[in-house]
């Protein structure tokens, strides 16, 4: 009887032993499939992110074949790129590719208190233009550096540039709502209407400098512009300019007797300052309806007529096409044409890269295309994944 008992006992004693070595093995192998599964999840994360980084070198090629055309023009205000489209073999990732067009929106550290207060209460317009201006007088209702010091989490007033553009979000009375906002008929938000990095270099559309209208003599308008002005229209500019300064190529309407048409022949091959770079300039072939609005001198009316145009004549190939746009009246296009460029340099890019399984990587960035040695070349100006 008792070698019946040990015999049970062991036998129990062995049962639950092989109980608690399954257990144990059932448990290292949920664990060692839970490694396998992060580790393939990590290895398609990292196809996924070298996927968007190929997207975005893609997005650094087509950006400088697009800032080298004599004009900027994109399906909209932005373009896509595609692996599947391209024929480009990645293995089992992809990416898809949004190049954003920033000389289609307002930038925010050059526009003029009159266009801010179209996109902004005019409260919070005064208080960006003290945000960014060097001072410390405050506008009538802007904010400066005691407003902020009296906060009961105190910051200093920058009193300089904004950054970025979710810097507003530190200006008194912006919120996040407000930037969320939609303001297009398309779906866009405020803050997908804002920038702060455009600008335009101050040369034609073939790459040469601009003449200074403001300061040429005769001989030079005669040997620049002879196929195009007489005699006695160059006399005339003269005589204008020496009565009253110009101070913008738009000026060359104020001169008696010379046709607007001419006018639309020579703007693009002439300045009236001497800055090699433009800052906040608007291409009018990119920026949505909203944007255009926002300018000194546009109506919708206006704004209209250059959107329809562009939609049904193409882009516009230099500034001097918008007179012979009829709706766009001599008034509205002196205001409007030194805010305005037919020419992009600068570009946000949206790259995600996608594996099979669905794991996905988005990495964003900012690239600058210069003219280098005679070739486009990019530089990023900013970075994140």
């Known amino acids: 009887m008792r070698v019946r008992k040990s015999r049970g006992i062991a036998l129990i004693t062995a049962l639950w032993v092989l109980a608690v070595l399954l257990v144990l093995l059932g448990g290292f192998a949920a664990m060692v499939h839970s490694e396998v599964q992060v580790a393939r999840n990590f290895g398609q994360l990292m196809q996924a992110r070298w996927a968007a980084r190929a997207g975005m070198r893609r997005a650094e090629v087509e950006i400088a074949r697009i800032a080298a055309e004599p004009y900027t023009a994109l399906d909209g205000s932005s373009c896509w790129l595609t692996a599947e489209d391209e024929e480009i073999e990645l293995g089992d990732a992809s990416y898809q590719v949004e190049i954003v067009d920033e000389a289609g929106k307002v930038n925010i550290n050059t526009a003029p208190a009159i266009v801010l207060q179209v996109l902004f209460p005019p409260e919070i317009a005064d208080a960006i233009l003290d945000w960014r201006d060097a001072d410390s007088t405050p506008e009538m209702q802007g904010a400066e550096e005691d407003y902020y010091a009296g906060l009961t989490s105190p910051y200093h007033c920058k009193n300089g540039p904004f950054t970025t553009v979710r810097e507003l979000l530190l200006v008194k009375g912006v919120t996040r709502e407000m930037l969320a906002e939609t303001v297009t008929q398309d779906g866009r938000t405020l803050e997908s ?180 040695t005679g070739n486009m070349a990019t530089r990023v100006l900013y970075w994140h994944e």
């Open 193 to 372: 209407l804002l920038t702060v990095w455009s600008w335009d270099t101050n040369v034609d559309a073939e790459g040469n400098p601009r003449l200074n209208i403001a300061t040429a003599d005769k001989v030079t308008l005669l040997q620049t512009f002879g196929e195009t002005l007489t005699e006695q229209e160059v006399d005339a500019i003269i005589a204008q300019r020496t009565a009253s300064a110009f101070s913008s190529p738009a000026d060359l309407l104020r001169v008696p007797d010379l046709a607007r048409e001419k006018v639309a022949q020579i703007y693009d091959r002439v300045t009236a300052n001497a800055q090699n770079r433009r800052e906040g300039l608007v291409n009018v072939n990119t920026a949505p309806l909203e944007v255009l609005l926002a300018l000194s001198g546009m109506d919708e009316a206006t704004a209209g007529a250059i959107v329809q145009h562009r939609d049904t004549h193409g882009p516009f190939t230099d500034l001097g096409q918008l007179l012979a746009v009829e709706l766009v009246g001599t008034a509205a296009f002196v205001q409007a044409s030194e805010y305005l460029t037919t020419r992009s340099t600068v570009f946000s890019v949206h790259a995600t890269g996608q594996f099979a399984d669905g794991v996905g990587h988005t990495t964003t960035g900012v690239v600058q295309a210069e003219e280098m």
